[in-house]
């Protein structure tokens, strides 16, 4: 099966995906969501989704954010969010309120806490972008006018990054060992024959690319999941990015979808 077959390619393959803003606007999240820049984009997800998963299945995210994942309801599957953090949490409660309105009988499961204490959950696909590692341990909101786009965003994460227990809090080697307890607890959380399904962006350190990728894809195949498919999608740009490459700074544009398959 293609995945995504009737999304254009660029010239290297990757997946050209359009901004959500307007759809997303369209459908019954809240106000809020808009303003936040860490969402999974809704096409990603929908093609994520109509790859792996059939009505009636059970869908889960571990790191629910803003609740993306909630467009499964609508192709009638259920839905299990994990949230540690109250913001999203919250969040994620208006936009179930918001969706049942629409659609009376939609399944979503809301519940808040550290998913290493949730988790195991049975599920037939785990679907999930994770956090990186030190986004947050030193981040602080820059000083600007209130309606400038890197102070809002800058606040915007503050806001939803208030745990202690936040994975983002951690440098790379205490993440790492966290992340990969998770993975073991998603191995665990997926039904056979069932599927993890991770969006991730590699970062650039000191002027070099890491390969987050890699290291999931060995992390997830220790825990006994199969590589089934890789696919490469092109990032919209932005601010942030313009003023890298302005700089002659290095930039990725690019994230990974990466598919696996637990086979017994």
Not at 135 to 156: L, P
């Amino acid at each position: 099966m293609t995945f995504a077959p009737d999304i254009p390619r660029d010239e290297n393959g990757w997946i050209i995906l359009p901004k959500d803003n307007t759809w997303r606007k369209d459908l019954f999240f809240p106000e809020a969501v808009m303003k936040h820049p860490a969402k999974m984009n809704l096409y990603m997800e929908q093609a994520m989704i109509e790859h792996v998963a059939k009505p009636g299945d059970i869908l889960l995210d571990p790191f629910g954010g803003t609740g993306t994942l909630m467009i499964g309801a609508l192709m009638d599957m259920t839905i299990v969010l994990l949230e540690l953090e109250d913001g999203y949490h919250q969040l994620e409660q208006e936009a179930r309120k918001n969706l049942l309105k629409e659609k009376p009988n939609a399944q979503v499961v809301l519940l808040q806490g550290d998913n290493r204490f949730l988790l195991p959950i049975p599920c037939n696909h785990l679907i999930t972008s994770p956090p990186y590692a030190g986004a947050m341990d030193i981040r602080k909101v820059r000083e600007g006018d209130e309606d400038d786009e890197f102070v809002e965003a800058d606040r915007q994460m503050m806001e939803y990054s208030k745990s202690p227990r936040n994975l983002s809090k951690l440098n790379t080697f205490l993440y790492n060992q966290a992340m990969e307890r998770i993975y073991k607890l998603c191995y665990n959380s997926v039904l056979p024959g069932g599927t993890l399904c991770v969006n991730i962006k590699d970062r650039i350190e000191k002027g070099r690319r890491v390969y987050l990728s890699k290291w999931i894809e060995r992390v997830c195949v220790k825990q006994g999941f199969v590589l089934e498919d890789w696919f490469k999608w092109r990032v919209p740009g932005n601010q942030f990015t313009s003023i890298r490459r302005s700089k002659g700074e290095i930039t990725i544009d690019d994230e990974d979808c990466i598919i696996f398959r637990k086979v017994n």
